[in-house]
T-cell receptor
């Protein structure tokens, strides 16, 4: 019963390095999203997707890229890591947006950029 | 101004107390509303949806005031296990926007 799986759980990067956070869900959910969580800021939406081939920007998209080539996968790419991207990243999925509102979250990926 | 704002915390209450959290949102076209709970260093989980007529789930009551653009969560008879961060969530055109969260600590 996997649900939403994020990898890696922990990562340390140097400034300027690139990396990809992986997210996969096995619930056939149409909607997937990435959030970052910083102390005192709550969760902020980075990018989201309402289906394969469709992505859109959230509140804080700069410095991140996403793609949605399949229903199951929604990777988040950091192109050139900066210390300001040190955060906890959560991937979440939902059967659809609208009034359901129930997001299923992965366990989070803790990223430190030195 | 953040699109979704919550009462600053933390709230420290004794067991058995009643505690209320408020949340305001800026976009009057917001479609639906939710409360999530997040335990320390864990992922958030849906606590309850918020309906226009108000709704109750055991010790938890959620209210929506569209005219004033705020939602509330009332917890009665607080338990130690209610200690967590409570997140207000607003659906704005298909995007789920979170408030910064209010931390609740219930003490014996």
């Amino acid at each position: 019963n996997a649900g939403v799986t994020q990898t890696p759980k922990f990562q340390v990067l140097k400034t300027g390095q690139s990396m990809t956070l992986q997210c996969a869900q096995d619930m056939n959910h149409e909607y997937m999203s990435w959030y970052r969580q910083d102390p005192g800021m709550g969760l902020r939406l980075i990018h989201y997707s309402v289906g394969a081939g469709i992505t859109d920007q959230g509140e804080v998209p700069n410095g991140y890229n996403v793609s949605r080539s399949t229903t199951e996968d929604f990777p988040l790419r950091l192109l050139s890591a900066a210390p300001s991207q040190t955060s906890v990243y959560f991937c979440a999925s939902s059967r659809r947006t609208g009034n359901t509102g129930e997001l299923f979250f992965g366990e989070g990926s803790r990223l430190t950029v030195l | 101004r953040k699109e979704v704002e919550q009462d600053p915390g933390p709230f420290n209450v004794p067991e058995g107390a009643t505690v209320a959290f408020n949340c305001t949102y800026s976009n009057s076209a917001s479609q639906s509303f939710f409360w999530y709970r997040q335990d320390c260093r864990k992922e958030p989980k849906l606590l309850m949806s918020v309906y226009s007529s108000g709704n109750e789930d055991g010790r938890f009551t959620a209210q929506l005031n569209r005219a004033s653009q705020y939602i509330s969560l009332l917890i009665r008879d607080s338990k130690l296990s209610d200690s967590a961060t409570y997140l207000c969530v607003v659906n704005q055109g298909g995007k789920l926007i979170f408030g910064q969260g209010t931390e609740l600590s219930v003490k014996p």
